[in-house]
């Protein structure tokens, strides 16, 4: 299969004045994380960095602050690909070794990964169309998918439920909300209700069929984001949607699972 050489790997929209999201047109929607990045006072996030096929900090140098801490909600390929990028990188001890060592086994797809042949998930999701790469396009001439690997984090710090992350003008409660995966992290922000809720929940179809996954424990995740007074939640992936919509989708995954 021949492709096109991308004009640019990443967009970005600003949502307010302190938070833009990033994404990446031309990876696949199944694989396309939602990238955030949350100015600070005194510390700038970017909570996860995409699937690292081209600089994600080159592309978003104008918006950063000195000091930035990349957040890993989870460790999923899809997620992490440029946290090797940052000086600072945040996650649950339970996700730690996907950062540190970014072996295949912590990868999405588990044993080795086939960059150009996603099918091999497809009995375990719904929704997403895997037919195919996983990218339309190339970052640059000469780029070889068969040789993509994602790069070990440098300078990681754990994060454990209830560990509050400093901005100066703001701060996120770190929630612990297993289930997609057992370190999987979300980041509230009582003052305003803001939550990045990783893949704990998004606005599309969960997965909760991978070798790590746990039902027992994404419905307690649910259960828990149920009582959770959120304004807004930022997910890993599709549109960010209100309170409604989060009770809409949670209690929907509930009695999917006859919870």
């Given at each position: 299969?021949?492709?096109?050489?991308?004009?640019?790997?990443?967009?970005?929209?600003?949502?307010?004045?302190?938070?833009?999201?990033?994404?990446?047109?031309?990876?696949?929607?199944?694989?396309?994380?939602n990238?955030?990045?949350?100015?600070?006072?005194?510390?700038?996030?970017?909570?996860?960095?995409?699937?690292?096929l081209?600089?994600?900090?080159?592309?978003?140098?104008?918006?950063?602050?000195?000091?930035?801490?990349?957040?890993?909600?989870?460790?999923?390929?899809?997620?992490?690909?440029?946290?090797?990028?940052?000086?600072?990188?945040?996650?649950?001890?339970?996700?730690?070794?996907?950062?540190?060592?970014?072996?295949?086994?912590?990868?999405?797809?588990?044993?080795?990964?086939?960059?150009?042949?996603l099918?091999?998930?497809?009995?375990?999701?719904?929704?997403?169309?895997?037919?195919g790469?996983?990218?339309?396009?190339?970052?640059?001439?000469?780029?070889?998918?068969?040789?993509?690997?994602?790069?070990?984090?440098?300078?990681?710090?754990?994060?454990?439920?209830?560990?509050?992350?400093?901005?100066?003008?703001?701060?996120?409660?770190?929630?612990?909300?297993?289930?997609?995966?057992?370190?999987?992290?979300?980041?509230y922000?009582?003052?305003?209700?803001?939550?990045?809720?990783?893949?704990?929940?998004?606005?599309?179809?969960?997965?909760?069929?991978?070798?790590?996954s746990?039902?027992?424990?994404?419905?307690?995740?649910?259960?828990?984001?149920?009582?959770?007074?959120?304004?807004?939640?930022?997910?890993?992936?599709?549109?960010?949607?209100?309170?409604d919509?989060?009770?809409?989708?949670?209690?929907?995954?509930?009695?999917?699972?006859?919870?």
């Amino acid at each position: 299969m021949g492709f096109k050489i991308a004009d640019r790997w990443f967009e970005r929209r600003r949502v307010d004045a302190a938070i833009t999201l990033i994404w990446e047109p031309h990876v696949v929607p199944f694989l396309r994380c939602n990238i955030w990045h949350v100015k600070g006072r005194e510390r700038d996030l970017v909570v996860d960095t995409g699937m690292g096929l081209a600089p994600l900090r080159d592309f978003a140098r104008d918006i950063l602050g000195g000091a930035v801490s990349a957040v890993a909600t989870h460790a999923h390929l899809d997620h992490i690909g440029g946290h090797h990028e940052f000086d600072h990188c945040l996650c649950h001890r339970l996700e730690a070794p996907g950062l540190a060592e970014a072996a295949p086994a912590s990868t999405l797809a588990g044993g080795r990964f086939d960059p150009a042949d996603l099918s091999t998930l497809a009995d375990q999701i719904g929704g997403y169309d895997l037919d195919g790469a996983m990218v339309t396009a190339l970052p640059h001439a000469g780029f070889d998918l068969a040789e993509y690997r994602i790069r070990p984090a440098r300078n990681l710090s754990l994060v454990e439920d209830g560990d509050i992350i400093d901005l100066g003008d703001r701060q996120f409660q770190v929630f612990h909300l297993p289930g997609h995966s057992p370190g999987s992290i979300g980041l509230y922000e009582q003052a305003s209700g803001t939550l990045f809720s990783g893949d704990a929940v998004y606005d599309g179809p969960l997965l909760d069929t991978l070798p790590h996954s746990n039902v027992a424990d994404y419905i307690r995740t649910m259960e828990r984001l149920l009582e959770l007074p959120v304004s807004i939640v930022h997910a890993g992936h599709d549109p960010s949607f209100g309170r409604d919509r989060l009770r809409e989708l949670a209690r929907g995954q509930l009695r999917r699972w006859g919870a």
